[in-house]
């Protein structure tokens, strides 16, 4: 009885191991096909994000490179027409030059979209034209003035010196002041000072540029204060400054001289393409790290340096579009016409009111008043020529008054005739 139970209990000890055996299996056969599936959806879900990644990227890349083309071609367009009435080819070769900035910063921009990794050295080649051009618009505004001869733009100058119009050049720490001994050589000096202001960025921003480069191999960050990026773009601001200091300089001076061929326009097309490229990508590079950071991700560096980078790319495509179509305004050929200063100099001298014939409108109100004033006087005059009833009154008792006393007189005469002659007799 007892071996019989005993066998039993192995019986069982044995069907109980070997259901614990199969449900163990069928639990890890279980694990292992949920762990599978689960790593099959999440493959297929980041699969399914890349797709939607791309085909993202593939129409911001169709997008952004139609407005590129658009605007290279408007350009471009804009261009030829330059060349083809080339009537000042000392200034219009400096405005072809500033207008090629369109072309380079849509195809390199939307070169920098596609390919990130290659997006430094294509800014680069942005930011030397960008400096060349700022310093090509100060030689335009002087071709404009002296037509290639640098000593009529300084007896310009120099007649706003002996007006005591133009201050003497900027006066730098640590060194004497110069004395001019004539307005002339006042001139010069500004004129130097302006074009060095403007020259120093050309020469200045692709050492900047070149450094950042550099340095973004080691350590893509512009905010570590650790990395040489951060000092590079206070230097490149500080040059900036300097470069927008002289040229604003020189413009204030002559603008009056200028303002037939409406140069601030002209300087805003440059300037805003300047802010797109500059602070712009500061502004975007520093919302995408603080976006990033925030979120915990280990990569959120790298992310966000990625993304700032694509974002400006697309943004630059569409804005160059729209300074493209501002170029062809603020760029006309007409302005090289001959004869068209005289007639847009002639323009300019009506001012808004007389646009509005507000002259005219007070021309009448005087003419008007004065007439006004004149029938006044008249009359007032005509009022003191002529009699009036009191006078008329007056008049008529004093012909009364002699009628009586001529009548009086003439009775008293005869009364004493008649005495005479009664006294005779």
């Known amino acids: 009885m007892y071996t019989e139970l005993d066998a039993r209990m192995d019986t069982i000890e044995k069907s109980h191991d070997i259901l614990e055996n199969k449900l163990l299996g069928a639990l890890k056969l279980f694990n292992y096909t949920v762990a599978k599936v689960q790593k099959d959806v999440e493959q297929q879900v980041q699969e399914v994000n890349d797709n939607v990644t791309s085909q993202n990227f593939l129409m911001a890349y169709q997008f952004a490179g139609i407005f590129a083309i658009l605007g290279s071609l408007i350009s471009f367009w804009h261009i030829s027409r330059h060349a083809r009435n080339l009537t000042e080819p000392i200034v219009q070769r400096k405005i072809i030059a500033i207008m090629w900035m369109i072309p380079i910063y849509s195809i390199s921009s939307w070169l920098g979209l596609i390919f990130v990794e290659a997006y430094s050295y294509l800014s680069l080649l942005k930011d030397m034209y960008e400096a060349y051009v700022i310093y090509n618009f100060l030689s335009l505004l002087i071709a404009i003035l002296g037509r290639g001869d640098r000593n009529v733009v300084i007896d310009l100058l120099s007649k706003h010196a002996d007006l005591d119009r133009l201050k003497p050049p900027m006066q730098f720490p640590l060194r004497p002041k110069r004395k001019f001994p004539t307005s002339r ?155 068209y200063r005289a007639k847009e100099e002639s323009r300019i001298k009506a001012t808004f009111g007389d646009s509005l014939a507000l002259k005219d409108f007070v021309t009448d109100v005087k003419t008007v008043m004065k007439s006004r004033n004149k029938n006044k006087y008249s009359k007032i005059n005509e009022k003191q020529l002529s009699p009036s009833k009191n006078d008329e009154d007056a008049q008529k008792s004093i012909v009364m008054d002699s009628a009586f006393g001529n009548q009086f007189e003439i009775d008293s005469e005869d009364d004493d005739g008649g005495d005479n002659e009664n006294g005779i007799v």
């Open 185 to 339: 050589h006042k001139a010069e000096a500004v004129l130097n000072q302006c074009q060095l202001f403007c020259m120093q960025f050309v020469f200045l921003r692709p050492i900047t540029s070149s450094v950042t480069v550099f340095s973004d191999l080691f350590d893509e960050n512009r905010w570590d204060p650790t990395m040489p990026q951060l000092y590079m773009t206070l230097i490149t601001n500080v040059s900036i400054c300097y470069a927008f200091a002289g040229l604003m300089r020189f413009y204030q001076v002559m603008k009056n001289e200028l303002i037939w061929c409406n140069p601030f326009s002209k300087f805003l097309c440059i300037k805003g393409i300047v802010f797109m490229t500059f602070w712009q990508s500061v502004a975007i590079s520093f919302i995408a790290h603080a976006i990033y950071e925030n979120n915990g991700d280990p990569n959120a560096d790298e992310k966000a340096t990625e993304w700032s980078k694509r974002a400006q790319s697309f943004a630059v495509c569409l804005e160059m579009f729209v300074f493209a179509i501002a170029h062809g305004f603020v760029f006309p050929t007409e302005e090289w016409e001959p004869g």
